[in-house]
T-cell receptor, first 116, second 117 residues
C-alpha cells in the first residue's frame, strides 16, 4: 500500500521569501513522485516529477524538489515566491501496485498563500 | 494537443436526477482515471480504466455510480439517482501508453463542478 503525508495544510509566506512544502511517503515498491499544482477553479497541473536519475528535480515556475530515499521525503522548494504562486499543491506517489497498474496516491494538499 | 477535455464544466441538478459526466482523454493515452475532490475527503480515485477495461472500481462510493469507456477516446461517469452529498468536483485524467516510467504521469482535465440541490 502507498500513502502520502503532507504535514502542512496551509502555508502563508511573504512575497519574495523562500518556501518549502513538505511531503513524506510510504510505499512497498519502487516509487515515482510528483508535485501537482491546482490554481483556484482549475484542474491539477503537473509541476515536476521524479522518475529516475538525479534526486534533485526542477519543474515549472522555478520550483524544485529533492527525492530523499532514506527519509522517504520529496519536499518542494522555491527560493523566492510570487503572488501568482498562490495555489494548492499536491504531492503524489505512484508505483507498480500489481498487474501492471500504476495508480497515483495523493496527499491532502497544502494551500500556499503568498502575502504581498 | 488539446489535453483532457471534460464536459460539462458545471452541472446543477436536483436530488434524484440522473447526472452524466463526460471525458475525452488525450489521444494515444491508454489509461483513464476518474477522481472526486471534496473539502472533507480531498482527492479520491473512483475508478480507472486500462485499454478501455475497468481495472479497479473499489473507489466507487456505491451502486448509484457507474462508469463506462466504450472506446479509447470517450468515457462517462454516471450518477443515478444523484444526492446532495455527491456535490463535488469530478476530475478525469489520462496517462500515456508508454512501457517506461512515463506511464505514471497523469494529465488532468479542468473538472466538472457538480451541485446537487
Amino acid at each position: 500500500a502507498q500513502s502520502v503525508t503532507q504535514l502542512d495544510s496551509q502555508v502563508p509566506v511573504f512575497e519574495e521569501a523562500p518556501v518549502e512544502l513538505r511531503c513524506n511517503y510510504s510505499s512497498s515498491v519502487s516509487v515515482y513522485l510528483f508535485w501537482y499544482v491546482q490554481y483556484p477553479n482549475q484542474g491539477l497541473q503537473l509541476l515536476l516529477k521524479y522518475l529516475s536519475g538525479s534526486t534533485l528535480v526542477k519543474g515549472i515556475n522555478g520550483f524544485e524538489a529533492e527525492f530523499n530515499k532514506s527519509q522517504t521525503s520529496f519536499h518542494l522548494r522555491k527560493p523566492s515566491v510570487h503572488i501568482s504562486d498562490t495555489a494548492e499543491y499536491f504531492c503524489a506517489v505512484s508505483g507498480d501496485t500489481g498487474a501492471g497498474s500504476y495508480q497515483l496516491t495523493f496527499g491532502k494538499g497544502t494551500k500556499l498563500s503568498v502575502i504581498p | 494537443d488539446a489535453g483532457v477535455i471534460q464536459s460539462p464544466r458545471h452541472e446543477v441538478t436536483e436530488m434524484g436526477q440522473e447526472v452524466t459526466l463526460r471525458c475525452k482523454p488525450i489521444s494515444g493515452h491508454n489509461s483513464l482515471f476518474w477522481y472526486r475532490q471534496t473539502m472533507m475527503r480531498g482527492l479520491e480515485l473512483l475508478i480507472y480504466f486500462n485499454n478501455n477495461v475497468p481495472i479497479d472500481d473499489s473507489g466507487m462510493p456505491e451502486d448509484r455510480f457507474s462508469a463506462k469507456m466504450p472506446n479509447a477516446s470517450f468515457s462517462t461517469l454516471k450518477i443515478q439517482p444523484s444526492e446532495p452529498r455527491d456535490s463535488a468536483v469530478y476530475f478525469c485524467a489520462s496517462s500515456p501508453r508508454d512501457p517506461g516510467s512515463a506511464k505514471n504521469i497523469q494529465y488532468f482535465g479542468a473538472g466538472t463542478r457538480l451541485s446537487v440541490l
